[in-house]
């Protein structure tokens, strides 16, 4: 994270909130997380797979998605198919999961899911695109241009953990508002938020 960024970070919280501006300061420096790019599809897989679950309980399913996927020999992402549904079931997931699942891999096929023309897209077009497969909406739409996409100034206010952590920090407050006094690097607000809340008591 570039000094100067920080430094305006924790200007622009000790203007909104000492509390801000304490938690941003013991949370130290920030960036974009490293993972490996297993393509557009998997991303959105991954991302409704952990839709309203606890971090271990995504990470549980997945494993077992990905060791059944291993079995058939085949790529990860052409395993979402609707004649998997059961073992996908099996796997730990929702009917509603399943589906989406097997969309994402439709719009594969389709080659609608180019990672180089959908990284080359303003948020609100990608995200336009996006929700047209069934499953896909606001915050996947966000979470793939935060972590795949690495926009600068995304403010996911519909996660429930980036939101929540900034309102207990801000008092009466709208998150979204205070937010955007941090544009154009909301994203990187997003990622303290997250970080922040893996300590809060």
Same mark, same amino acid.
């Given at each position: 994270?570039?000094?100067?960024?920080?430094?305006?970070?924790?200007?622009?919280?000790?203007?909104?909130?000492?509390?801000?501006? =304490?938690? *941003?300061? $013991? %949370?130290? &420096?920030?960036?974009?997380?490293?993972?490996? +790019?297993?393509?557009? /599809?998997?991303?959105? !897989?991954?991302?409704?797979?952990?839709?309203?679950?606890?971090?271990?309980?995504?990470?549980?399913?997945? =494993?077992? *998605?990905? $060791? %059944?996927? &291993?079995?058939?020999?085949?790529?990860?992402? +052409?395993?979402?198919? /609707?004649?998997?549904? !059961?073992?996908?079931?099996?796997?730990?997931?929702?009917?509603?999961?399943?589906?989406?699942?097997?969309?994402?891999?439709?719009?594969?096929?389709?080659?609608?899911?180019?990672?180089?023309?959908?990284?080359?897209?303003?948020?609100?077009?990608? !995200?336009?695109?996006?929700?047209?497969?069934?499953?896909?909406?606001?915050?996947?739409?966000?979470?793939?241009?935060?972590?795949?996409?690495?926009?600068?100034?995304?403010?996911?206010?519909?996660?429930?953990?980036?939101?929540?952590?900034?309102?207990?920090?801000?008092?009466?407050?709208?998150?979204?508002?205070?937010?955007?006094?941090?544009?154009?690097?909301?994203?990187?607000?997003?990622?303290?938020?997250?970080?922040?809340?893996?300590?809060?008591?």
């Amino acid at each position: 994270m570039d000094p100067k960024l920080r430094r305006r970070f924790l200007r622009i919280a000790g203007q909104v909130s000492p509390q801000l501006r =304490a938690k *941003l300061r $013991a %949370a130290g &420096t920030i960036g974009f997380p490293e993972r490996e +790019d297993k393509g557009v /599809a998997v991303f959105l !897989a991954r991302a409704v797979v952990g839709q309203q679950l606890s971090t271990h309980a995504a990470r549980s399913i997945w =494993a077992r *998605l990905e $060791a %059944a996927a &291993t079995e058939t020999g085949g790529a990860l992402h +052409d395993f979402f198919h /609707a004649d998997n549904a !059961a073992t996908l079931r099996a796997c730990g997931l929702s009917r509603t999961k399943v589906k989406a699942l097997a969309a994402i891999r439709d719009a594969h096929q389709a080659r609608k899911l180019s990672a180089a023309d959908l990284r080359a897209m303003a948020h609100p077009a990608r !995200a336009s695109h996006l929700k047209q497969i069934h499953g896909i909406g606001p915050w996947t739409c966000d979470m793939l241009a935060i972590f795949y996409c690495r926009d600068a100034d995304i403010w996911p206010d519909g996660d429930s953990a980036a939101h929540g952590t900034l309102k207990r920090l801000i008092g009466r407050r709208k998150p979204a508002r205070v937010a955007a006094l941090f544009a154009p690097h909301r994203s990187i607000l997003a990622l303290y938020m997250w970080k922040i809340a893996d300590n809060l008591p």
